[in-house]
């Protein structure tokens, strides 16, 4: 199902522990490690595609997750030529499609690592996982997602500010977050 402008409408998923360190997922058979997504299929409400994709890349139910938000809009990026050339042959369908348009959300365990089952579907999508700081280098994500990538965490930053203080934040926080938790005014941080 693709949009008028050939992008397929998608869910990503930002999950966090207690620490606000990120689900990290190794695909499978390769050195590459993303985050959980996919597809929304027909009928399927973002928020539905997110429950369900949780379930089948990671194993977690509804009950074990609590949802902290969700990006405003779509995020997109292009798909390179070269990259679909080698996943699919169907010129109408290359001729067509872009790439990807996702809503992203942002997730926070409430169950147990042990709740997390790699092998909940029969086609995994990890076959290894870790927790990684919020602001995770991405040089192991492919390259044309990178920027989606940034601009989701750095999106979905907005909830994790909220009752923070300035000495929990990560070296190398980004400005616009500091800006967010210490407007100008606000003399509490001197």
């Known amino acids: ?3 008028r402008e050939g992008y397929r ?3 990503g998923i930002v999950l966090l522990n207690s620490h606000n360190e990120v689900f ?3 695909r499978v058979g390769q050195h590459s490690w993303q985050f959980p997504q996919g597809g929304i299929q027909h009928g399927e409400s973002p928020e539905q595609a997110m429950f369900r994709e949780l379930h089948e890349e990671v194993g977690l139910l509804p009950e ?3 949802i ?8 997109r990026y292009d798909v390179p030529e070269e990259f679909l050339r080698r996943q699919n042959t169907n010129r109408v369908h290359r001729a ?6 996702q809503i992203w959300f942002l997730l926070r365990l409430v169950g147990l690592d042990s709740d997390i089952h790699l092998r909940a579907s029969e086609h995994p999508e990890f076959d290894a996982w870790r927790w990684q700081p919020y602001w995770i280098q991405l040089d192991s994500v492919i390259d044309f ?4 990538y940034q601009l989701a965490l750095s999106e979905l930053a907005r909830f994790l500010a909220r009752g923070m203080h300035l000495h929990q934040l ?3 926080t980004p400005l616009d977050m500091l800006k967010a938790i210490y407007p100008q005014n606000d003399d509490q941080h001197n």
């Open 1 to 3: 199902m693709l949009d």
């Open 9 to 11: 409408p998608n869910v």
């Open 24 to 26: 990290w997922g190794k």
């Open 64 to 66: 074990h997750v609590q």
């Open 68 to 75: 902290v938000g969700r990006t405003r809009d779509w995020l």
């Open 96 to 101: 067509s499609y872009r790439g990807q348009k």
């Open 145 to 148: 997602k990178r920027e989606v």
């Open 170 to 172: 990560a070296w190398g």
